[in-house]
């Protein structure tokens, strides 16, 4: 280990003290990645209880786009919170929720009339685009693709492609979901090119094979794979999906949960692409922390349902539409995109150096500041390395950074930093990530010898 990186002994007496209060209390079956607990936290700094300090590169799974207790985000919680927190939308409006929906009708790519709804979580927001696009369409099958995640409830846990953890006796699963090949030309062994050209063909034979085109309501795709593995939608894929969907009459649905809000570069992942979606699937970095998510689209689609069909008790909380505002605001008074794209860029040239020192580095891939690499036993069999991905997960975490993974096999090192993350954090959290992955692969290497 770097002499200058110093070895954190976690958890602490604190964390361990309520660990064993987790254990008893709370239901096994929420899976934690880390075994210390938060106590505050800064910008792109986490402080956990026994006073350890992490550099913040999962951004609770890409919801802390603006980072950390932005004081205009607080200071907005705490106004509206003041005043009141709850009276439930279906019950008696109120004025946050619609300048939160006007704002993001302005924000969202398409030059025709939007409206959007609320929900509290992604999966919800997931589930009600589904219900608008059945309704508005009158078809019931939806497309989606491999590798994908879209949610944990019965509705987007069949959407979600990967078994563990996700959907192993969770069975059954909901009907007239239909799934398409995504994109990964590291795994297909094709270009970008070749892989785009392969998944649109595929596609276009589900609708002799599996289910006719005139049923499908809806193709609902992630621009950038997040639990899947940060796979990135070549250029021209989207666009390519997006005349297929005109050419059936299907609604074009972008997932943009974990890549929207200037994640990839652009305040949407679908902007690279020049494609304006029907339907937009947005939460995480929207409410940096607070539970809201949405839905935005083609007027005549959203309005589709009728009244009473769509919401719920907390959707479009008062207090989150607040936290809402505040955070457009920030993105609106600071370049996050560029910013994303120059994070983006140094992450990157330091895992392709890695990648040259290290075999078990199979791929770096991403958009933007949404970026990972993918761990294999072997570059020539692409066997993936679940257990590498994990080992630097734990020295990651022992050396203070707070690091995540993906992928359908476990074995992508996923970053999503804080965008307001400083030079001198990054590259500190670099190294730490560099030292991590050293240490993994030098004893991988080892142990391989004396085999």
């Given at each position: ?123 919800e927001a997931v589930e009600n685009a589904v219900k608008i696009a059945r309704w508005a369409t009158g078809r019931p099958a939806i497309i989606v693709f ?88 070549p250029p021209g894929f989207l666009r390519a999906l997006k005349a297929v969907c005109e050419k059936y009459n299907m609604l074009f649905v972008a997932d ?17 692409d020049g494609v304006e979606p029907d339907l937009m699937i947005i939460a995480k970095s929207m409410g940096a922390g607070m539970p809201i998510s949405g ?157």
């Open positions: 280990m770097s002499d200058n990186i110093p070895y954190l002994d976690i958890p602490g007496p604190k964390s361990r003290e309520l660990l064993a209060r987790r254990q008893q209390f709370v239901a096994r079956g929420v899976a934690s990645t880390m075994n210390v607990f938060a106590a505050k936290a800064d910008g792109a700094i986490i402080e956990d209880v026994d006073g350890n300090r992490y550099i913040d590169f999962a951004g609770g799974i890409g919801v802390m786009n603006i980072g950390h207790t932005r004081p205009e985000v607080t200071r907005a919680i705490t106004e509206q919170a003041a005043k009141f927190t709850h009276t439930c939308f279906s019950v008696m409006m109120y004025e946050p929720y619609i300048a939160l929906a006007e704002r993001l009708v302005k924000l969202t790519p398409g030059e025709f009339p939007k409206k959007a709804i609320f929900f509290n979580s992604g999966a491999d590798n994908a995640f879209h949610g944990r409830t019965l509705m987007t846990m069949t959407m979600t492609s990967k078994v563990q953890p996700y959907k192993y006796r969770f069975g059954p699963y909901a009907p007239e979901v239909y799934r398409a090949p995504y994109p990964y030309p590291y795994r297909m062994n094709m270009t970008p090119q070749e892989a785009t050209a392969f998944c649109i063909q595929e596609l276009e034979r589900m609708f002799v094979g599996e289910v006719a085109p005139d049923q499908v309501a809806a193709v609902i795709i992630e621009p950038v794979q997040g639990e899947g593995g940060f796979m990135v939608a943009e949960i974990q890549s929207g809000f200037c994640r990839t570069g652009r305040m949407f992942a679908v902007e690279h839905v935005v689209g083609r007027a005549e689609i959203m309005d589709a349902p009728s009244p009473g069909t769509l919401g719920g008790t907390y959707s479009g909380n008062p207090v989150a539409c607040a936290a809402a505002l505040a955070v457009l605001d920030l993105y609106e008074k600071e370049d996050l995109a560029a910013r994303s794209r120059e994070i983006g860029h140094v992450i990157t040239q330091r895992f392709l150096k890695l990648q040259e020192s290290f075999p078990m580095i199979g791929d770096v891939r991403g958009l933007g500041g949404m970026v990972a690499m993918e761990l294999v036993k072997d570059r020539t069999t692409k066997e993936p390395d679940s257990h590498a991905a994990s080992d630097t997960l734990a020295a990651a975490h022992h050396r203070g950074l707070v690091l995540i993974k993906a992928g359908m096999y476990d074995n992508v090192l996923r970053v999503l930093v804080p965008l307001c993350v400083t030079d001198e954090q990054l590259n500190r959290g670099l190294d730490i990530f560099e030292d991590a992955i050293t240490t993994v692969a030098e004893a991988a290497a080892a142990t391989s010898s004396v085999s």
